[in-house]
């Protein structure tokens, strides 16, 4: 074991010599740098692969995390997003910094700036016409307005679901935009189309708040928003929105896009041309 950790040690060393990020020249080619910066990180990886075979000893980041936690919660989160974990109750709780760091980090913002370009893509493709019934659905809660702060109190998702906390939440009217789907929202209104918040917010308790903190948020110029009302209550998310939109195709509009944070936004029927599902590890509504 003693001569083992020499050669740990010595291999570490050897790859500080070989690779000395710092002494590389600020004029040089970015690309020289990338490369040998991923060159380290295969030799390091191949090392912590050899040493974890031969020690039986799991390799562990630099915050403690068992790497293969983190590999398991990437696939958690790509099977939620995929729809193929479904009703699911609470985040793992070993995923609780996984999506922490997700929400939090980046990557949730750049997923979502990635999903609106291919929405405005598919926007532009459209004329909308001149008579006025060109419809677009986006859901509310955080697919326009973000809850995240809310979350971060459930520990992301790993708590169960707080019915009377959410309330509390929501009546406070304090849900930041999600820029992404602000510019969304901003440029279909221009563009000419009717936009639809459609949102399982009860009307009664949480109807005007949630009017108040979309308009203070700058959600302002669409058509509609439309709550659960008591006729609703009790029915799925699913049941609940294909009723509201044959509704809508029944006023004579037509759904040429429907965005949401769940999948129970984006079944069910009168779905529109089409649909588009924005990232949310923290819940599942069914």
């Known amino acids: 074991m003693a001569l083992l950790s020499i050669h740990i040690f010595s291999l570490c060393f050897i790859l500080s010599l070989c690779f000395p990020l710092r002494y590389i020249k600020?004029?040089?080619?970015?690309?020289?740098?990338?490369?040998?910066?991923r060159l380290r990180e295969m030799l390091l990886f191949l090392f912590l692969a050899i040493f974890s075979k031969a020690t039986g000893v799991k390799a562990y980041s630099r915050g403690g995390v068992i790497q293969e936690s983190a590999a398991y919660c990437l696939s958690w989160r790509l099977a939620v997003e995929t729809n193929n974990v479904r009703a699911w109750r609470t985040v793992p709780s070993q995923c609780l910094r996984y999506v922490e760091a997700y929400m939090l980090g980046g990557q949730?913002?750049?997923d979502l700036n990635l999903i609106v370009d291919q929405i405005l893509s598919y926007v532009n493709g459209i004329v909308p016409s001149s008579d006025g019934m060109d419809a677009w659905i986006l859901d509310v809660d955080d697919t326009c307005i973000s809850n995240v702060f809310y979350y971060r109190g459930k520990r992301y998702g790993c708590d169960p679901y707080d019915p009377a906390g959410f309330r509390a939440w929501a009546l406070k009217g304090?849900?930041?935009?999600?820029?992404a789907v602000l510019g969304l929202f901003e440029y279909l209104v221009q563009s000419g189309f009717k936009v639809f918040l459609v949102t399982g917010r009860d009307q009664e308790t949480l109807g005007q708040v949630t009017i108040d903190n979309l308009h203070s948020q700058g959600f302002i110029g669409y058509e509609r928003i439309i709550l659960r009302t008591a006729e609703f209550?009790?029915?799925s998310a699913v049941a609940y929105k294909s009723e509201i939109r044959r509704q809508l195709e029944k006023e004579g509009y037509r759904?040429?896009?429907?965005?949401?944070?769940?999948?129970?936004?984006l079944q069910g029927e009168c779905l529109g041309n089409r649909t588009f599902k924005l990232p949310n590890p923290m819940y599942f509504v069914p």
């Open 26 to 37: 600020v004029q040089e080619h970015t690309m020289i740098k990338e490369m040998v910066h």
């Open 108 to 110: 949730y913002e750049r």
């Open 174 to 179: 304090g849900c930041p935009a999600i820029p």
């Open 233 to 235: 209550i009790g029915q």
């Open 255 to 265: 759904i040429w896009g429907n965005v949401g944070d769940q999948w129970s936004d």
